[in-house]
């Protein structure tokens, strides 16, 4: 049973749906004042903990001086909005003032909240400064950010947007308070202009904004401020809803490694087909093959053309090569499985790596094929040739599709721009194929044919090297091959390979740089992934 910790760390809710989720807890009894007073406490209680040159001892202060230039120290300016998000950077920057800092407000709107004109009021009464116009702001050593909250939804104009681009200007870390103000809470779009955050304290639960690649540059360093919300009001709001979800160490680490009996054998643990390589493209070959072995699997059979096989078996003696005729252009021209043998026999075939578009028959013959299938690459744009929608219908075994950005474009040209929502787009894609569709990216999200998702929460930019996806394919595959012996659920085995193949980058990117992660560095640290 996973705790509640644990359980709300993994929540993805919109605007929509966060919102009822507040509305159930004020209908409890929770006043407005003594959350925002909860909230407030928490952010600045963290932005003590992060920023350590704001550390002073207060004690050596007087108190008439606190808060004062006389007093010296860090000087922070809060920026203030019209609703509940300016109350709570109101909040904070009480709480800082009586802590000794140097606390000047930003309050450029006229009409406020009712809670959080009576807060500034009350920041007025301490002696804070509070300025109206942009060109006021004196020097500070650190922004808040708690113009807007989550669920802004019109383009920011002047003066707001324009005073924001200049703050934005500014050497100085900006933390924002929820979402960067001028992010779209669903989609992550920029509304005119934005807060380009350092750090991003997300209130209660994660919002969707989190996990669409068009706001990372604005998030900054994202951490969930938790306000102890029920678990109750969660469900109550969301239990009619296809779940989105971020998928956690804990979570992943559940799953891994793949349980096995004291008593097996290799084809127990399963047996796995890979389909891949020609003359051209032989690396992409040897890197699926390689990420394959990371995960485990019994057996692993590789399908090359003839004249890889010899470099195929120099890499992973362990593998049954299986060497097939070839085309004039070096691809395969028709598989050659061994005696006794045909696609229904494994108990998983990943399919596309370095094939070219010349092997179109393969690919139409696997897919042809009542068993799970992975299909990646050449793979995808061969089926994308042949309507994927329609072709993917007709299967009845589990079908995993793993696309970029550009190949998932091709294979589904009429659903949601994956560059306005890639959420709702993956959403949309697995409902329409029936498959279970792996989207890569800076946040990877993954969509079952019942409009569920997961999201791999974090990754690194050192993955955006060609065979980085490669890998990915042979270890989901080596999984899936595995699962299917095991009685996991398809999309636990996907995602799970898919924050493997993450954290593998992030530690590969720590220990060797960004720039020493290619894609065979990356295989070799699949395993430490794990440890």
């Excluded at 919002?207 to 109750?232: H, R, S, V, W």
């Excluded at 990420?291 to 120099?314: C, D, F, N, T, Y």
């Excluded at 294979?411 to 929502?421: E, I, N, Y």
């Amino acid at each position: 049973m996973e705790d509640r910790q644990e359980q709300i760390s993994q929540v993805v809710v919109t605007a929509v749906q966060m919102r009822n989720i507040e509305k159930r807890i004020f209908a409890a009894g929770m006043p407005v004042v003594a959350l925002m007073e909860k909230v407030a406490g928490l952010i600045a209680r963290r932005i003590l903990e992060i920023f350590p040159t704001l550390l002073q001892n207060t004690f050596s202060i007087p108190p008439s001086l606190r808060g004062s230039p006389q007093a010296g120290g860090s000087r922070i300016g809060i920026l203030v909005g019209p609703g509940h998000n300016g109350g709570d950077a109101l909040v904070v920057a009480r709480e800082l003032h009586f802590r000794g800092y140097q606390v000047w407000i930003y309050s450029p709107f006229s009409k406020l909240k009712e809670l959080t004109s009576q807060h500034l009021q009350y920041a007025q009464s301490l002696g804070i400064s509070i300025y109206q116009t942009i060109e006021q702001l004196p020097d500070s050593d650190l922004l808040i950010d708690g113009l807007f909250g989550f669920g802004l939804e019109r383009n920011l104009t002047d003066p707001i947007a324009s005073a924001i681009n200049q703050l934005n200007e500014l050497s100085v870390p900006i933390y924002s308070i929820d979402l960067p103000s001028g992010l779209h809470t669903d989609t992550g779009e920029v509304l005119g202009t934005a807060i380009r955050a350092t750090h991003t304290f997300c209130l209660g639960l994660w919002k969707l904004a989190f996990f669409q690649d068009q706001a990372l540059e604005y998030l900054g360093k994202a951490e969930l401020i938790d306000f102890d919300i029920p678990l109750a009001d969660v469900e109550a709001v969301l239990q009619d809803v296809p779940r989105i979800k971020r998928i956690t160490a804990a979570k992943a680490l559940a799953t891994l490694p793949l349980p096995r009996p004291a008593v097996t054998h290799k084809y127990k643990e399963g047996h796995l087909l890979l389909i891949c390589g020609s003359r051209r493209y032989a690396g992409g070959a040897i890197l699926t093959g390689l990420g394959a072995r990371a995960s485990g699997v019994g057996m692993l059979s590789i399908a090359v053309p003839e004249s890889l096989k010899s470099l195929l078996v120099s890499h992973l003696p362990e593998a049954l090569i299986v060497g097939c005729p070839e085309t004039e252009t070096g691809a395969i021209a028709h598989l050659q499985l061994p005696e006794n043998t045909d696609l229904s026999s494994f108990n998983a075939i990943a399919c596309g790596p370095g094939l070219t578009r010349d092997a179109t028959p393969i690919v139409q013959e696997a897919i042809a094929v009542d068993g799970p299938l992975i299909l990646d690459a050449d793979g995808l744009n061969i089926l994308a040739q042949m309507g994927a929608i329609a072709t993917l219908k007709k299967r009845q075994a589990v079908s995993v599709l793993t696309p970029h950005t550009g190949e998932f474009q091709r294979l589904f040209p009429d659903v949601t721009d994956t560059k306005h929502d890639r959420v709702k787009a993956v959403q949309e894609a697995a409902a329409q194929s029936s498959a279970v569709v792996l989207l890569k990216g800076a946040r990877t999200a993954i969509a079952n044919p019942q409009g569920g998702v997961w999201i791999v929460p974090e990754s690194t930019p050192a993955l955006a090297r060609g065979g980085s996806g490669d890998v990915l394919t042979g270890l989901l595959g080596g999984l899936l091959a595995q699962a299917a012996t095991k009685q996991i659920p398809v999309e636990d085995i996907v995602v799970t390979a898919a924050w493997w193949h993450s954290q593998a980058g992030i530690i590969a990117a720590q220990e060797r740089t960004e720039l020493g992660v290619d894609a065979f560095t990356l295989t070799q640290y699949l395993l430490k992934a794990l440890t």
